[in-house]
Structures are given as structure tokens and as C-alpha cells.
């Protein structure tokens, strides 16, 4: 999706690869899940995205700048520090499992008790760049070149939260129970409890807000002036480089009306045709005879 925002956005960083890259690497969050839900365009607006996501958005902004690119998807391992750093947790088997769930294939590395390396399956962009002889004439043009970029893959700056829960005193499972029995409460579970808690707060930090007391997680920004010449990771395995995404990996909506056996609609859209968009079907109504007596 190469959309009229998305051409502007490369135009305003200059269809600088250097750029392009660095934008999308230190300003969209990470979020995970298995294939593409958002796409490019959605993406950008939303500024959130897993691997494969961030990675179409970087190749949409990429070739809006004339820019030839490719997807490639392949194994890699992770040490401790960059896991943590990169999902923002603490807890390295905790951040495999993570993985796991998420269905990106995390499988945690142990020696003994301690877990010293995660591994997972990972999208990232190659872009066609020119590189220059720093050793000649400046920024002189030598050839070009595939420089592998992976724009989903930080380091977060992490502000540990504050623990008011156990000054609370609050069991999850007591807390859990009591909001299933109130048939009428027209909260959901996370707003009960950060109500809840800003009770709490009122009475013992008057002025303090959850939002204050929050785990705050942020990207740290990088700025090498230079496209990296190689992935942050060990590459353990890599697939033929594609040009598209492949159909099976993005999420799809059926829409699907019968009457019996009879089929009246079944169409499937993929959702990133329909994401932050109206949908409206329009048929034409039966007519019924009226019958006076």
C-alpha cells in the first residue's frame, strides 16, 4: 500500500533511505503477533506494528523514493541483553515464552538453569543502496549494494512502574471473582482495577495519576548516520528473498450469507483493505405482498 500519505512521509524525509529507515526503526513500537494485520498505510497512522508490518511500511516508504527492496524472513538468536532490551522485560525465559505465544517461534537456549540466548523467526527489509569509498573521494558512488535493515528490532528505554497493588492488597483471583459476580458493571476488567486504583491513589497520593505510576517503555532512538551493514543479530537461517507478501501470512475477513443451502454472499477481503475503514453492504430488500382481510 502505497498511499498518498505514505509517498508525502518519504517526500518529507528526503527519499533518503538513511532516513526512511531510521524513522520507521525509532518511532514505531513493537507489537506481537504473527503475520500482517495492519500494512503499510495502517501502520503509519497507528505508529504500532509487529515485524512483518513495520517491515511493509519500511518497503512502501522505500520504493515511494524509487528505492528497490524485498522482504526476507529467516531464523535469528538473540543474546539476554537484546531480548530484554527489545521487548522491555526482565525476565529472559519470560521474553522467550513471550515469543512463543506470539507465534514467533521463541524458543529459549539454556545452559543448566540459566537461559543465555532466545531465538525466534524474524521479518526484515534488504534495500538496494549505493554505497561510497570513505577511503577515496568523499561520497564518492562506488556500486550498489543489498544492506539487510530491520526496523522492528530497538532497544527500549524502560521507567520501572510503581507496585500499588500490594499495598493494596489486592488478590487477583478475589478481584477477578467479585467483578464476574457484578452482572451490572458496565467496566471491563483493566478499567475496574485502574478505578481501583486511582481510588486508592486519591485517598493515599492525592494528585497522583495510574498513568504516573504506569511501567513506561520507550524506543531508544538510533542515529549512526550510516545504513547499518548488518543485522544487530545472529542470522541463523534466511529463506529466498520476496517481493510480496505472501497470501498465507496476512489476515483475512469472510464475509459469508446463506440461506440454507443457498449462498448469497461470500467474499474474503485481507484486513488491510478494510482496516480504519466503513464498511457498508447494500442489497436490494424482497417485496411482500400485503394481504387484507
Same mark, same amino acid.
Given at each position: 500500500?502505497?498511499?498518498?500519505?505514505?509517498?508525502?512521509?518519504?517526500?518529507?524525509?528526503?527519499?533518503?533511505?538513511?532516513?526512511?529507515?531510521?524513522?520507521?526503526?525509532?518511532?514505531?513500537?513493537?507489537?506481537?503477533?504473527?503475520?500482517?494485520?495492519?500494512?503499510?498505510?495502517?501502520?503509519?497512522?497507528?505508529?504500532?506494528?509487529?515485524?512483518?508490518?513495520?517491515?511493509? =511500511?519500511?518497503? @512502501?516508504? /522505500?520504493?515511494?523514493?524509487? %528505492?528497490?527492496?524485498?522482504?526476507?524472513?529467516?531464523? +535469528?538468536?538473540? &543474546?539476554?541483553?537484546?531480548?530484554?532490551?527489545?521487548?522491555?522485560?526482565?525476565?529472559?525465559?519470560?521474553a522467550g515464552?513471550? =515469543?512463543?505465544? @506470539?507465534? /514467533?517461534?521463541?524458543?529459549? %537456549?539454556?545452559?543448566?538453569?540459566?537461559?543465555?540466548? +532466545?531465538?525466534? &523467526?524474524?521479518?526484515?527489509?534488504?534495500?538496494?543502496?549505493?554505497?561510497?569509498?570513505?577511503?577515496?573521494?568523499?561520497?564518492?558512488?562506488?556500486?550498489?549494494?543489498?544492506?539487510?535493515?530491520?526496523?522492528?528490532?530497538?532497544?527500549?528505554?524502560?521507567?520501572?512502574?510503581?507496585?500499588?497493588l500490594t499495598?493494596?492488597?489486592?488478590?487477583?483471583?478475589?478481584?477477578?471473582?467479585?467483578?464476574?459476580?457484578?452482572?451490572?458493571?458496565?467496566?471491563?476488567?483493566?478499567?475496574?482495577?485502574?478505578?481501583?486504583?486511582?481510588?486508592?491513589?486519591?485517598?493515599?497520593?492525592?494528585?497522583?495519576?495510574?498513568?504516573?505510576?504506569?511501567?513506561?517503555?520507550?524506543?531508544?532512538?538510533?542515529?549512526?548516520?550510516?545504513?547499518?551493514?548488518?543485522?544487530?543479530?545472529?542470522?541463523?537461517?534466511?529463506?529466498?528473498?520476496?517481493a510480496e507478501?505472501?497470501?498465507?501470512?496476512?489476515?483475512?475477513?469472510?464475509?459469508?450469507?446463506?440461506?440454507?443451502?443457498?449462498?448469497?454472499?461470500?467474499?474474503?477481503?485481507?484486513?488491510?483493505?478494510?482496516?480504519?475503514?466503513?464498511?457498508?453492504?447494500?442489497?436490494?430488500?424482497?417485496?411482500?405482498?400485503?394481504?387484507?382481510?
Open positions: 500500500q502505497i498511499t498518498q500519505m505514505i509517498i508525502d512521509k518519504a517526500a518529507e524525509l528526503g527519499n533518503s533511505p538513511l532516513k526512511i529507515y531510521e524513522y520507521v526503526r525509532n518511532n514505531v513500537k513493537f507489537q506481537g503477533y504473527l503475520g500482517s494485520r495492519k500494512g503499510s498505510d495502517f501502520t503509519l497512522r497507528q505508529m504500532h506494528g509487529n515485524d512483518t508490518d513495520q517491515c511493509s =511500511l519500511l518497503l @512502501a516508504l /522505500l520504493r515511494a523514493a524509487n %528505492i528497490p527492496c524485498r522482504y526476507v524472513r529467516g531464523s +535469528v538468536e538473540l &543474546t539476554p541483553d537484546q531480548v530484554n532490551g527489545w521487548l522491555g522485560m526482565d525476565d529472559t525465559a519470560a515464552s513471550l =515469543l512463543t505465544t @506470539a507465534g /514467533l517461534d521463541g524458543v529459549s %537456549i539454556v545452559n543448566g538453569p540459566t537461559v543465555v540466548a +532466545v531465538r525466534c &523467526t524474524r521479518v526484515w527489509v534488504e534495500a538496494y543502496v549505493p554505497y561510497t569509498n570513505y577511503r577515496g573521494t568523499p561520497n564518492q558512488e562506488i556500486g550498489k549494494a543489498w544492506i539487510p535493515m530491520d526496523p522492528a528490532f530497538n532497544q527500549l528505554a524502560v521507567t520501572p512502574g510503581e507496585d500499588v499495598a493494596m492488597g489486592v488478590n487477583m483471583d478475589t478481584f477477578l471473582s467479585t467483578y464476574i459476580n457484578d452482572s451490572i458493571n458496565p467496566l471491563s476488567p483493566i478499567e475496574q482495577l485502574e478505578a481501583d486504583i486511582q481510588a486508592y491513589l486519591d485517598t493515599n497520593d492525592p494528585g497522583k495519576t495510574v498513568d504516573d505510576i504506569r511501567r513506561q517503555k520507550t524506543i531508544d532512538p538510533l542515529e549512526l548516520g550510516i545504513l547499518p551493514a548488518s543485522l544487530p543479530y545472529q542470522v541463523l537461517s534466511q529463506g529466498v528473498p520476496f507478501l505472501e497470501d498465507s501470512k496476512r489476515y483475512k475477513v469472510r464475509f459469508h450469507l446463506y440461506n440454507g443451502g443457498t449462498t448469497l454472499i461470500d467474499h474474503t477481503l485481507n484486513l488491510t483493505e478494510i482496516v480504519n475503514k466503513r464498511l457498508t453492504f447494500e442489497y436490494v430488500a424482497s417485496t411482500k405482498r400485503l394481504l387484507s382481510s
